[in-house]
């Protein structure tokens, strides 16, 4: 493990992992993600975008509503 920080959150995750140098693409997404404002989640984040399904529906339900939406061939807004 890296104990270099950095300015970017993406070089940073990427660099705190178990891995070899990054590849050509991931030095051109994390750019891409730079240049676009993207940040990490963080998981109160996480958790406030994973509110858009009712806790009382199953998951059957879930994939099914998925199944539709993509049959339908419209997007489903997530919050």
Known sequence: MREEATENPAEEALANQH???????????MKLAEEQGVKPLDFDALLAKADFWPEDESIDDFIAAVQEWRSEGGERELP
């Open 19 to 29: 891995t070899p140098e990054p590849t050509e693409a991931q030095r051109r997404l």
